[in-house]
């Protein structure tokens, strides 16, 4: 007999399969609740499997002032901590990436997606000729095994000065053994990766807004993603017995006179009532509240270790203002 936390887990997975019917969901089927906890335990799949939102993140995050507001912040976060070298824990198609590497710190560059991976290594191969990017490592691998990370990166003898793990990544590892163990294992094998004395820096939506209001804060606040051609993100927020155990974000893009269209797509009317094809995609997302998130890092860390919490990169924000993302900084004793 199943007990009924099983059962209510085994629903959820069911569900969750259910909205991710048109992509790979994060971990395969293979018939029993339990053969999936088994599978965690190797690795984690890829929501991304499919190329949909690969093929058009870049409309997502946006262009220059993004990577101008963006790089000011990340870049000026990791010189206050004297980084020289950075694991890119969730490098997707390399944006951050490329940000860190002409900035001058020496980066190493993982995920899981090997469609996004895909993009990252057209970059560096157009780049290849610039000594920094020659030496770029990229590998695809996930958090619950980066020491091997497919034996594609070196990792620095000692350690790295920062895991740097962004953009609401984090969130996309689940918890259907419904005790966080896939969580603290993956923060372990973050802090792991730190030199004593480094640094991780990991977020996560405000989820804990997302969950009372049923939507996306309406914060001024788009650091991350900032793109011109987001038409709509439609949220969707799961929950079994009063508790959100998954929030589902569905993406529509405007890909209209960019190349990417083949007529075949969706057509949406924009307000001012032209007509504009759109991709869609849709991820999933563990919803890491704020107390939550907390005890996981500090369960791993210590809790005495120094912790500090941005709110969309920033240390003091106006009384009232909703952050979309919190960033914490949480450091390795020495």
């Known amino acids: 007999m199943f007990s009924r936390d099983l059962i209510v887990l085994s629903i959820l997975f069911a569900l ?3 909205v991710l019917r048109d992509q790979r969901a994060v971990i395969g089927y293979h018939g029993h609740f339990e053969d999936h906890a088994k599978t965690l335990e190797h690795g984690v799949q890829d929501q991304y499997s499919d190329g949909k939102a690969a093929k058009v993140w870049h409309l997502y995050i946006g262009g220059k002032k993004r990577t101008d507001e963006y790089k000011e912040k990340l870049v000026g976060l990791l010189k206050k901590h004297n980084v020289q070298t950075v694991l890119d824990a969730a490098c997707g198609t390399g944006v951050d990436s ?3 590497l002409e900035a001058g710190f020496t980066v190493k560059s993982v995920d899981a997606s ?3 991976l895909k993009y990252a290594h057209k970059m560096r ?3 290849r000729k610039e000594d920094i990017f020659d030496a770029w490592e990229i590998g695809e691998g996930d958090w619950l095994d980066l020491a091997n990370c497919e034996d594609s990166i070196t990792h620095p ?5 920062a895991v740097v793990c962004i953009g609401n990544s984090f969130a996309h590892l689940p918890d259907f053994k419904g005790d966080q163990s896939l969580h603290k294992k993956a923060i372990h094998n973050f802090y792991s990766m730190l030199k004593p004395g480094g640094i991780l820096i990991i977020d996560h939506r405000n989820y804990d807004y997302i969950i009372s209001h049923g939507k996306l804060p309406n914060s ?3 650091l991350y993603y900032q793109g011109d051609r987001i038409h709509n993100i439609k949220t969707s927020v799961l929950n079994v017995d009063g508790e959100t155990k998954m929030i ?3 993406y529509e893009i405007d890909i209209e006179g960019c190349g990417l269209s083949d007529g075949t797509e969706p057509v949406r009317v924009k307000d001012d009532g032209s007509e504009i094809h759109v991709s869609q995609f849709r991820l999933s997302y563990y919803p890491h509240t704020l107390k939550k998130f907390n005890a996981l890092l500090e369960g791993v860390f210590g809790s005495d270790a120094q912790h500090t919490l941005l709110k969309d990169f920033e240390a003091t924000v106006p009384e009232n203002y909703v952050p979309s993302y919190l960033i914490h900084v949480i450091q390795k004793r020495e």
């Open 16 to 18: 969750f399969v259910y």
């Open 98 to 100: 490329l940000i860190l």
């Open 114 to 116: 090997d469609k996004m």
């Open 125 to 127: 191969w157009q780049r």
């Open 157 to 161: 003898e000692g350690g790295y000065d």
């Open 220 to 222: 001024s606040s788009k």
């Open 248 to 250: 589902t974000l569905d």
